[in-house]
């Protein structure tokens, strides 16, 4: 399955420009209901900004988080998937990089994103078709 099949789109994903204040980020993430923001220029990921990284780089750090803005805090330059790269190639990245959220792109150009948590929500509803299937051609269960 392609990820550009399973991704939040372009339109779904939380970005913001580099020279964002942390608070507004921080407004951002709460108000969307998001663990992170995609920090981009030009239409392409140029870093990513979690809500571990504002309670670890800024608070975290004892730093006057008022002054601070996405560039202070974020991943440069964050790890990304290709919209037509496969939910397996995805895993093998996020394990390999020790990322949970990954930007798709293509041709470079910021398309979407992938998470861990979307990636479990798909393995639930992928398990309960298998077990659907199962239960409809195993025999009833009889005590």
């Not at 580099?18 to 992170?36: H, K, S, W």
């Not at 392409?44 to 571990?52: K, Y």
């Not at 398309?111 to 078709?129: P, Q, R, S």
Request: with cysteine; aromatic share 2%; charged share 30%.
């Amino acid at each position: 399955m392609p990820l550009q099949d399973i991704a939040r789109p372009r339109n779904e994903l939380v970005s913001a420009r580099p020279d964002t204040p942390l608070p507004e980020l921080a407004q951002l993430m709460d108000e969307r209901r998001v663990g992170c923001v995609v920090i981009e220029r030009e239409n392409r990921p140029a870093g990513i900004v979690t809500d571990r990284d504002l309670g670890m780089r800024a608070v975290g750090a004892g730093k006057d988080s008022t002054e601070l803005t996405a560039r202070d805090v974020m991943t440069d330059d964050p790890y990304t998937a290709e919209s037509g790269d496969g939910v397996f190639e995805l895993c093998a990245q996020m394990r390999e990089h020790g990322v949970r959220r990954m930007p798709v792109v293509e041709d470079g150009e910021l398309t979407g994103i992938v998470t861990l948590d979307d990636l479990v929500v798909l393995l639930k509803d992928e398990m309960h078709n298998i077990s659907s299937v199962i239960r409809e051609e195993s025999p009833p269960y009889s005590a």
